[in-house]
């Protein structure tokens, strides 16, 4: 969920959709959409052939989608994932690399069992197909506050590598040197709400959002809590497209040379696509110290260097 002004409590978010979701029956059907094509990208990462579909018989509850997005296929965002807890979608995140994920630090609290959590990548629903892999370990950023909502980012190591195939891809993170230019297109996408309080949704969703000077998004969030520079804001002055709750946790890229790079991470934000209160993303350029190290650290128990 993305965290709003008055923070919601995971146990009755969780409860809530577990009474009022669908299961949704049917086949990947593949949608229209403007954002460039991944595999028309230069990129140099490796794609490396599998079936990538491990967990094609388990159902999970829905919980929604975007605000003011339109459906597309995982193909356009391969590096999108799901996170569940105890099967249920909670959040979205980013493949970084085969064996870890990016998210929020608010979606994984922790009072949560690290078994109870599963990563879903490769399939335009959350519900089941792809490839399902275990959590591991947990890395949360021991700086997070659930009070600023400052430094809300994770990693998550996966138990077993995922396999990368046309539709499971990694994402380039910013790096610390990165600056957004003020005319970037940004893409965010996810399963998250349709509405504050909206209907469900079976396809993974997207919508295009602008950066937002920090001073305005400062301002508007002035009698809320401080916009602090491992912070931005992207949206629309005006509200009507939006992250929403379900959608945290999940990428906010541009594209340079046709390579999608993780600028944000859905983090919080008053409401869901109101107007003067836009999406309020963690900085992932600001955070790559804390990444790195976190990576590093990684590579070292596992004895091997990605």
């Not at 919601?8 to 460039?36: C, K, M």
């Not at 399963?191 to 504050?196: F, P």
């Not at 309080?197 to 809590?225: F, H, P, R």
Request: proline letters at 5%; one cysteine or more; charged letters at 15%.
């Amino acid at each position: 969920m993305r965290t709003t002004w008055t923070l919601l409590i995971f146990s009755l978010w969780l409860n809530h959709y577990a009474r009022n979701a669908t299961p949704v029956s049917g086949t990947d059907v593949e949608q229209p959409t403007d954002v460039p094509s991944i595999g028309d990208t230069n990129a140099t990462k490796p794609v490396v052939s599998g079936d990538g579909d491990d967990d094609e018989d388990d159902w999970f509850n829905y919980d929604g989608r975007i605000i003011g997005g339109l459906p597309t296929s995982i193909r356009n965002f391969p590096y999108q994932v799901s996170l569940q807890y105890r099967g249920q979608h909670i959040c979205g995140g980013a493949i970084v690399r085969p064996n870890v994920v990016i998210t929020a630090a608010h979606c994984v609290d922790p009072s949560m069992k690290v078994s109870a959590f599963k990563v879903r990548a490769g399939s335009s629903q959350h519900a089941y197909g792809g490839q399902l892999r275990a959590v591991q370990r947990i890395l949360r950023h021991e700086g997070y506050s659930s009070t600023t909502y400052n430094l809300d980012v994770a990693l998550l190591q996966l138990q077993r590598e995922l396999v990368y195939t046309e539709m499971v891809q990694p994402v380039e993170l910013a790096t610390q040197s990165a600056v957004l230019s003020a005319q970037a297109k940004l893409f965010v996408s996810g399963w998250g709400l349709t509405s504050e309080t909206g209907y469900v949704s079976a396809m993974l969703n997207y919508v295009d959002v602008q950066l937002i000077g920090q001073e305005t998004c400062a301002q508007n969030y002035k009698y809320v809590v401080p916009i602090t520079t491992e912070m931005f804001c992207a949206g629309y002055s005006n509200g009507g497209k939006d992250s929403c709750q379900g959608d945290s946790g999940g990428p906010l890229v541009t594209y340079t040379r046709k390579v999608p790079t993780l600028y944000g991470i859905v983090s919080w934000g008053v409401g869901c696509a109101q107007k003067e209160y836009p999406g309020v993303y963690a900085k992932v350029s600001a955070l790559r110290p804390w990444i790195d190290a976190q990576l590093a650290d990684i590579d070292k128990r596992n004895g091997k260097v990605y």
